[in-house]
């Protein structure tokens, strides 16, 4: 249910265990759908809206804060939850919503996380999460049509970061050059740009063709070893997704680390 505490599988589950660290996440969607347009967004074909339908947000029938007190009360042992998977937590109509639940959960000593692209949270100890796959305002304009420009997002994060916060960044669904054409030199740029984050996750591009080919099995072979080498060198927490490591035999490469 919309705004209710629940668990989450597969994927999404991994997500919120490696930027929550803890064993048993939980989430919750402040909304479903998502104006944000992103022509990679996932939501659509999850929540099996469409894309149409999916760019106008349906809000729960009870405020998200009434709903998980109550499932609270009934004995519910939480540990972190991850805010949100099927919306833009920080939308100018959902901003308020969310910052009362992320207070309302704090309050409870239970840890918090938001991803968005446009917003953070005000709330010092909520874990707060940009979606920064890009550093070219063109992929931006193409891809993300209707959000902030990668670099507005970065230094909206560093502010959030040089405010006291934990900050971190989501790179997935990371493009193959047959998606957005790129330079090696811009993307240690980018990466060099986002060193200040406590945590940095990694992940392939999904729904698409081009991102399934032998050239991108190679590219995401010779990309990720590379964001390793970075993450090692600025001491970042990081962590790639298993169905990446899984695309490019991960016996050949080292677990993550800090």
Aim: with cysteine.
């Amino acid at each position: 249910m919309l705004g209710e505490l629940y668990k989450p599988s597969g994927l999404a589950l991994e997500t919120a265990k490696a930027v929550l660290s803890v064993d048993n996440p939980y989430a919750v969607n402040v909304a479903l759908g998502c104006p944000n347009g992103c022509l990679y967004c996932y939501g659509p074909l999850a929540s099996r809206q469409g894309r149409e339908k999916y760019l106008t947000p349906r809000c729960p029938k009870k405020d998200p804060v009434d709903l998980i007190s109550r499932q609270l009360s009934k004995g519910l042992d939480v540990e972190g939850v991850f805010i949100s998977f099927l919306t833009d937590p920080y939308l100018p109509q959902l901003e308020e919503k969310t910052e009362e639940l992320v207070n309302f959960l704090l309050d409870k000593g239970i840890k918090t996380a938001t991803l968005s692209k446009i917003g953070t949270s005000s709330w010092f100890g909520n874990w707060n999460g940009m979606t920064i796959v890009s550093p070219y305002k063109d992929f931006s304009a193409k891809y993300e049509p209707n959000v902030h420009s990668p670099q507005e997002r970065i230094s909206m994060l560093e502010k959030t970061h040089n405010r006291g916060n934990y900050t971190w960044a989501s790179l997935e669904p990371w493009p193959v050059s047959d998606i957005y054409p790129y330079e090696m030199d811009d993307i240690w740029d980018f990466w060099e740009d986002l060193s200040f984050a406590d945590f940095l996750i990694f992940g392939k591009w999904n729904y698409d063709k081009r991102a399934k080919t032998e050239k991108a099995r190679g590219e995401y072979a010779d990309i990720v070893p590379l964001f390793e080498e970075f993450c090692h060198e600025y001491g970042i927490y990081y962590h790639i997704k298993s169905d990446t490591r899984k695309f490019i035999q991960p016996s050949s490469l080292q677990g993550e680390t800090k």
